[in-house]
């Protein structure tokens, strides 16, 4: 990048160091940060940009198979979405969740799978929130 | 340059950004620091005019603002916006056949321009894009011969005389309906929807597809771009955002995870996964870390009203292209360089992948994007000054002048500077809007949404 672009007029400080030696320096910071976490994690792979990391991305939700050590999450997913094994599975875990929110739930509705044979009418609507948005209250 | 002197640049004020006085005017929202999932703002987006502001939510609503009409008693001040409607754009799914949830978030909204007495608006989650038609009721028909007026059928036989029913006006109710639905068209996660300046068709974008779709016809759709490889193991980059242009209705870009953009020309072929210009900054080599590609991928992509200009925003900048210069920005701002040096743990606490989005104003002077710390940020580009402000309700009075904010990277920190360690990294600025005509900002932090104004004398 040419020095040209990176300048700005220093008159509104943000608390940014001086431009040029910004630029002398960009290189230094990345590289430290970047040993900083190869110390940390020394089987990270090499690229994080690889077929394997991108996967991940698209496939939001899908655990295992991941180069990446136990202790670094996959990454650039944002939250881990869980996969269920199926409906069933599904749907028990959102009425388990709908139970730790709604203290006064009665007899869990949710839980068709299992105790007996479900008609359409049983099967939980998963409805987000009924609640209005609150920017509108 | 010249731009000070056209009259736009009049009408604004001739330094545009850091010659505004920027005031609160309004905040939306819970107070409380407990944060329902559900309750975190995801887009933000006037319409056309400036008359309604959109926002969606994570729990699939839509909650539209309108403003005001000006009160000519109080002319110093523009309207307020006031809730004009609420929906549940999208509910949550199950895929049965993959056994994965389809979050109900809405992704983008964008609105139509407006044609009749109705506004309406498209809505996207990740999988499926709803057209919205927002009307307003204010007359019902009253005085039916077989009907009370509570809906009770008369019985014909006491019937002696006849009258003609006639339209009374009633409260305003404001109406929304889905009017189109436009489902399984995407395999991955929609990212982008743009309407097309010929106002009958739009494009959706996901990872690796952009789809063209024609507003009135739901079930087909054509795909335009596929960056999918044969074999999934030689994928190197996905798809980030797309935008049409605003005048050209046969060119849109996409931009990549690589920090790449290409522009597309839909008359050079059906499926366009040949650009016609790749607009890339070239990297030195030696300057490569493992962090070089994450920061670089484009989280955002808009085209400047005049469209002669695109910008990006990757991890710690904002870049402006010129359509007729691919080989390197025209303009670079640093958002927040000083977050270069703790790449580390904002790799472990996952902020690096954050998506930012940038808007320009309505002369394409200035530009703005968010930041950590409800931090956000302005950049005028005649003058080459910047500001940086923060959303917070500390400063909630009406008409009190934002104070500008300093981030001291190192060394002493100055009295009223906040030091890089202290920034609050939960409390992210991702989606700003500016109205299209007046210096007013929409500032969404993470479940409240802030608006403000330039200073009226």
């Excluded at chain 2, 472990?348 to 968010?370: A, Q, Y």
Aim: glycine share 6%; net charge negative.
């Amino acid at each position: 990048m040419s020095q040209k672009q990176e300048e700005e007029n220093p008159a509104e400080e943000t608390g940014e160091e001086k431009q040029d030696t910004q630029e002398k320096e960009g290189i230094l910071p990345e590289r430290a940060e970047e040993a900083k976490l190869k110390a940390k994690y020394p089987s990270l792979g090499q690229k994080p940009g690889g077929s394997d990391f991108l996967m991940k991305r698209l496939q939001k939700g899908v655990r295992g198979t991941i180069s990446y050590p136990l202790t670094l999450e996959p990454k650039g997913m944002g939250p881990v979405e869980q996969k269920y094994f199926d409906s069933g599975d599904y749907n028990m875990a959102k009425a388990k969740m709908k139970n730790k929110q709604l203290p006064s739930a009665g007899p869990d509705k949710n839980l068709v799978t299992g105790d007996h044979i479900p008609t359409p009418q049983d099967l939980p609507q998963r409805k987000s929130s009924l609640v209005t948005s609150k920017l509108a209250g | 340059m010249f731009l000070k002197f056209s009259p736009r640049a009049m009408f604004y004020g001739a330094g545009g950004g850091n010659d505004i006085q920027w005031c609160f005017s309004q905040v939306k929202g819970a107070v409380d620091d407990d944060v329902a999932e559900a309750d975190i703002i995801s887009t933000v987006e006037f319409n056309h005019s400036g008359e309604l502001l959109a926002t969606g939510d994570k729990g699939g609503r839509v909650v539209i603002f309108q403003q005001e009409q000006e009160n000519k008693i109080q002319s110093h001040s523009r309207g307020e916006y006031n809730v004009y409607s609420t929906f549940q754009s999208h509910e949550p799914e199950f895929d049965y056949l993959k056994s994965l949830e389809i979050e109900e978030k809405i992704n983008k909204i964008r609105w139509l321009p407006q044609k009749n007495a109705a506004q309406f608006l498209l809505s996207t989650n990740d999988k499926t894009i709803k057209l919205w038609k927002i009307s307003e009721r204010d007359k019902r028909p009253e005085g039916y011969n077989l009907k009370e007026e509570d809906g009770r059928f008369r019985d014909p036989t006491t019937v002696t005389t006849l009258r003609v029913p006639v339209f009374r006006p009633m409260d305003l109710m404001v109406e929304a309906s889905p009017r189109r639905i436009f489902a399984n068209a995407h395999t991955y996660h929609i990212n982008s929807i743009s309407i097309n300046s010929d106002y009958e068709t739009y494009l959706s974008a996901d990872d690796l597809r952009i789809n063209l779709w024609h507003l009135e016809i739901t079930d087909r759709s054509f795909n335009i771009v596929d960056i999918k490889p044969a074999n999934m193991e030689e994928l190197t980059e996905v798809i980030t955002a797309a935008e049409f242009h605003p005048n050209s209705c046969n060119t849109f870009v996409y931009s990549s995870s690589k920090g790449t953009i290409r522009l597309c020309d839909m008359r050079a072929s059906a499926l366009c996964d040949r650009h016609s210009k790749l607009f890339e900054e070239p990297e030195d080599p030696s300057n490569r870390s493992f962090f070089s590609e994450i920061i670089s991928s484009i989280s955002d992509v808009k085209f400047s009203h005049s469209g002669r200009y695109m910008m990006t925003r990757d991890y710690l900048s904002v870049k402006i292209w010129d359509l007729n210069m691919e080989n390197r920005p025209v303009e670079t701002y640093q958002v927040h360089e000083y977050l270069r040096s703790k790449l580390c743990s904002l790799y472990e606490n996952d902020c690096i992948f954050d998506k930012f989005e940038c808007c320009w104003n309505g002369s394409d002077s200035v530009v703005m994007t968010g930041s950590y710390n409800n931090f956000f940020r302005m950049f005028d580009r005649n003058t080459k000054r910047d500001i940086t402000l923060e959303a917070s309700r500390e400063n909630n009075k009406p008409r009190t002048v934002l104070k500008p904010r300093k981030v001291c990277a190192s060394g002493k920190r100055k009295k009223d500077e906040i030091s890089v360690d202290s920034l609050d990294f939960n409390k992210k600025i991702l989606h700003t809007a500016w109205h299209p005509k007046e210096n007013i900002i929409a500032v969404a932090t993470t479940n409240n949404l802030y608006i403000f104004q330039d200073k009226v004398n």
